[in-house]
């Protein structure tokens, strides 16, 4: 069990790229209570998928072994090893204190954000409820009034927010434009595509 001291070290062991990776992170919290063989680990696993799963496995073990945080036993268990110190562990992958910059970088946009909003005369609220600071009038509540997607961002300006905002809207415009080509399908041809046609005939015709 990780310590709160310890969490954000411990966090950035297993950060993307620049540590281990949520993989890893999540075999070692799966042997951390006992050893656990090769079945017990690709149980619920279909056959199929076995093999590529098992490479997949043996590579993250591999690199916790070598960051001294699994052992293998004489029957070919994995277990995973509580540092002494995961600070340590950290600076040695070079990703030691990635989340408190991380934590620092949020907490500044959230707070530029906050400013912006409360310099255009609405503010937000704990519970994500625009209000108007002069009066006190709530102008819209997280859900109502305000598209989904938009009150997130508003709310929560913050890289990951901002990812997932734009991804959604992308997905959106795709099934849009599907939409919009299975509308015109259906419709047939246009006046504008007649047109066309009848000159592209006409051209065949004098050739």
């Given at each position: ?72 036993d004489?029957?070919?268990r ?72 938009v009150?997130a ?55």
């Amino acid at each position: 069990m990780v310590s709160h001291a310890d969490r954000d070290a411990y966090l950035d062991v297993f950060r993307n790229k620049t540590g281990l990776g949520g993989g890893c992170q999540l075999l070692f919290e799966r042997i951390d209570s006992r050893p656990i063989g090769k079945t017990d680990l690709l149980a619920g696993i279909p056959k199929s998928k076995r093999r590529s799963a098992w490479r997949t496995l043996t590579r993250q073990f591999t690199r916790l072994r070598k960051q001294g945080l699994a052992t293998q036993d004489d029957q070919g268990r994995w277990q995973s090893i509580e540092p002494t110190s995961w600070a340590a562990v950290a600076k040695r992958l070079r990703s030691n204190g990635a989340t408190e910059r991380q934590r620092r970088r949020y907490e500044a946009e959230r707070k530029a954000w906050r400013e912006r909003v409360e310099g255009i005369g609405v503010a937000t609220t704990t519970d994500g409820t625009g209000v108007e600071p002069r009066t006190g009038e709530v102008i819209a509540e997280s859900g109502e009034g305000v598209p989904a997607m938009v009150w997130a961002l508003a709310v929560d300006p913050t890289e990951h927010t901002r990812a997932v905002v734009a991804f959604l809207l992308a997905v959106k415009m795709a099934i849009d434009l599907k939409r919009n080509r299975g509308q015109r399908a259906q419709r047939g041809p246009t006046r504008r595509d007649d047109g066309y046609a009848g000159r592209l005939g006409g051209t065949a015709g004098r050739a």
